[in-house]
């Protein structure tokens, strides 16, 4: 099963230490308050010993029988759900999820961990080679969908656009999703749940905002994984949201505004929206209709700022126009 398999600084390593203090340590202990060795996790790592690993592809498996569960459990799964899987992988989720009844498809890159993984599924598990990028989600039949996954780092931004979609372009899939559970590295998950004016607050942070809530399950040591990631790991849930929390006059503008404020985190909102090439006059006038400090940058924004701000924006060029 794919996932996040990214090297980390020396300053990562030292978060890593702690966080691995908070999540339980070592990979052969019981993790439901039992003592001594945890057989269910010991047969998983010795399952995944017998496979090289393939770095290119991110895959590092998670070995945690009592997360595996956890993730099961959030997904809540009834039997009429299409229930979808990113990264089989050897197989340790997917076997707990077949257990549900629902029907599951399951997509893996690697050929070899699916012929590996086709003699252990039962009926209601298609497995499939492929690329989750390319993967044609209307092949999964009518029906409400959830999905899981342990994703790798690199490609975490492309895959919940191809789930979600993007600001002002919602995916057609995204209205049949019931919730989406994804292991993916700690890094990522903070930006998911982060708030205006935070370190972690970013470009796909206001996506989230604007497209789904996500909620931070729990987070998850290295030691959960074989072979051993250098990075920590969380499990995030997300829910579509039925309509957008916000309106704007302009949608396309929107995404314009956000995209340009991000693009160079350091240096003040009102100068990264020089590249979308507008009056200066203009936008200094929409700052202060907006009430929003000409100083400020992207990450201090919310959502909701944003879409005042490009309303602004509108208007004041609108009005530029008309001179």
């Known amino acids: 099963m794919p996932g996040p398999a990214r090297g980390s600084s020396r300053k990562d390593k030292s978060s890593n230490r702690k966080d691995n203090r908070r999540d339980g340590g070592s990979s052969n202990r019981r993790t439901d308050g039992g003592d001594g060795i945890d057989p269910a996790r010991e047969l998983l790592i010795a399952t995944a010993r017998k496979v090289r690993a393939n770095r290119k592809l991110g895959q590092n498996f998670f070995v945690d029988p009592y997360g595996l569960e956890k993730i099961v ?47 252990q599924i039962s009926k209601n598990v298609n497995l499939i080679h492929g690329d989750i ?3 044609d989600m209307d092949s ?4 409400p969908i959830v999905v899981a996954g342990n994703i790798p780092y690199q490609i975490t931004s492309p895959i ?35 708030t205006p004016g935070s370190k972690d607050y970013s470009h796909l942070t206001v996506m989230k905002d604007f497209l789904f ?24 849930k997300m829910t579509p949201l039925s309509k957008p929390p916000i309106e704007t006059q302009d949608i396309g503008m929107l995404r314009r505004v956000i995209k340009a404020g991000f693009k160079q985190r350091r240096k003040m909102l009102k100068n990264n929206l020089s590249s979308l090439n ?36 509108i208007e004041q060029i609108g009005a530029a126009n008309k001179h």
């Open 73 to 119: 459990e959030a997904l809540a799964i009834e039997p009429t759900d299409k229930v979808l899987e990113i990264g089989a992988g050897l197989g340790f989720l997917t076997l707990c999820l077949q257990k549900s009844g629902a029907e599951i498809t399951a997509v893996e890159l690697d050929r070899n961990l699916v012929e590996r993984l086709t003699p």
């Open 133 to 135: 990028l390319e993967f």
């Open 140 to 143: 999964l039949g009518a029906g």
């Open 160 to 194: 919940l656009s191809r789930l979600f979609g993007e600001i002002g372009a919602p995916s057609e899939v995204s209205k049949r999703i019931k919730c989406v559970v994804l292991t993916m590295q700690k890094e990522v998950a903070l930006r998911l749940i982060a």
């Open 213 to 236: 809530d996500a909620e931070l399950l729990f987070t998850v040591p290295p030691d959960s994984f074989y072979p051993r990631p250098e990075v920590n790991s969380a499990v995030v």
């Open 278 to 313: 507008l009056f200066d006059e203009a936008v200094s006038e929409a700052f202060k209709q907006a009430n929003i400090n000409p100083a400020a940058r992207a990450e201090d924004l919310s959502l909701r700022q944003f879409a005042i701000l490009t309303d602004a924006l």
